[in-house]
């Protein structure tokens, strides 16, 4: 793990991939938390793909459960954690940093990218957002 550098025009290609995400639904490996929409947006803002060994492992749900497993990571932000220093409290995230938030699946936590005071999730239908409070890990990105 290094640190990240972000690209001079980080903030246009923050908005540019978002907008390009914005309406994609939710499909494993394509668009999901890991690799759709954090591994991407780390792309745009460095330019530096972090997820490239985990894209085209898996299409499906079990496959993404065994390939976070079969990589030694009991969950998402243990996987990211690996990828991204992490600071030393959610509430420091900023704009383009991924967190980690809650939830009761296998993965132990959901993905999100912060944008101000809430954070870009993704749904079925394409983007959401929750409150950035609800972050329990984040992880710098540049």
Not at 113 to 125: M, Q, Y
Request: net charge neutral; aromatic share 8%; proline share 4%.
């Amino acid at each position: 793990m290094s640190d990240l550098i972000r690209l001079p025009d980080w903030r246009a290609r923050f908005d540019a991939q978002c907008d390009r995400m914005r309406l994609q639904p939710f499909s494993w490996a394509d668009n999901d938390c890991a690799i759709g929409l954090a591994g991407n947006l780390v792309l745009a803002l460095t330019g530096v793909d972090v997820v490239a060994a985990y894209r085209g492992r898996y299409s499906t749900r079990v496959g993404a459960i065994r390939c976070l497993r079969g990589s030694g990571f009991a969950t998402l932000g243990d996987l990211v954690a690996s990828l991204l220093p992490e600071h030393a409290h959610a509430s420091m995230a900023r704009v383009g940093d991924i967190v980690a938030l809650p939830d009761d699946g296998p993965f132990s936590h959901g993905l999100g990218v912060v944008n101000g005071e809430r954070v870009f999730v993704l749904t079925d239908a394409g983007f959401g957002t929750v409150d950035r409070a609800q972050a329990v890990r984040a992880f710098k990105v540049g």
